[in-house]
């Protein structure tokens, strides 16, 4: 799995919508940019994932460049809820092999 | 649909013992995935369960091991333990019939302190 490169900490202001980065520069062909989120002390959430269309759903936005080396997970309108830390997983979806490979991710805080 | 669930929730042991946590998948979902997380280093894969069989393992010593019931519960086991084991272990499950969107559900974890 290819590896991903993404900012340590955000802050956010609550309301305004938060961009968070992901640079994926060795990403192959097949595989997909998925991302997840951990609240303190929660297993992580799966949020979305795209191969390279833009994907939308009722919890975020993904921007994936046309080269596919670099994505953007965009949260509208951040909550005090959507303090969490945030990781971005890029994989081959396989059937039956499901290993997810999580880096630092980053620490976005949400500030009112 | 209830989600995945993971017992106990916390746990208590001391060096050299062995402990054993349980994994309840959601209801039609055939693989689950254990996972360790430490402040030291993050979230890491230990295995992989579908069907019963281990299909993929991380680099994890033999002391960590696993199984699969043919109603896709799971449990992990580790012997002898070590204070380095202290961890929240984590339990995803999918449903994995379908490649691109078997996207992983995690259970609240279990709370491992070694003393």
């Known amino acids: 799995d290819a590896k991903t490169t993404q900012p340590p900490s955000m802050d956010c202001a609550e309301g305004r919508a938060a961009n968070l980065p992901c640079n994926h520069s060795?990403?192959?062909?097949?595989?997909?940019v998925y991302w997840y989120r951990q609240i303190h002390s929660q297993g992580p959430q799966y949020i979305i994932h795209?191969?390279?269309n833009n994907e939308t759903n009722e919890m975020a936005s993904l921007i994936i460049t046309e080269d596919r080396k670099s994505s953007t997970l965009i949260l509208p309108h951040a909550t005090l809820r959507d303090t969490a830390v945030y990781y971005c997983?890029?994989?081959?979806?396989?059937?039956?092999?499901?290993?997810?490979?999580f880096g630092q991710g980053t620490r976005l805080t949400i500030n009112p | 649909k209830a989600g995945v669930t993971q017992t106990p929730r916390y746990l208590i042991k001391t060096r050299g013992q062995q402990v054993t946590l349980s994994c309840s998948p959601i209801?039609?979902?055939?693989?689950v995935s254990w996972y360790q997380q430490t402040p030291g280093q993050g979230l890491q894969f230990l295995f992989e369960?579908?069907?019963?069989?281990?299909?993929n393992k991380g680099n994890f010593p033999g002391r960590f091991s696993g199984r699969q019931f043919s109603n896709s519960r799971s449990e992990m086991n580790v012997s002898t333990l070590e204070l380095g084991d202290s961890a929240l272990y984590l339990c995803?499950?999918?449903?994995?019939?379908?490649?691109?969107?078997?996207?992983?559900?995690f259970g609240p974890g279990t709370r491992l302190t070694v003393l």
């Open positions: 995803a499950s999918s449903f994995a019939t379908s490649g691109i969107y078997n996207e992983q559900f």
């Open positions: 060795t990403i192959s062909g097949n595989e997909y």
């Open positions: 795209g191969l390279k």
């Open positions: 997983i890029v994989r081959v979806p396989i059937q039956g092999a499901q290993k997810l490979v």
């Open positions: 209801s039609g979902h055939r693989s």
């Open positions: 369960y579908f069907s019963e069989t281990q299909r």
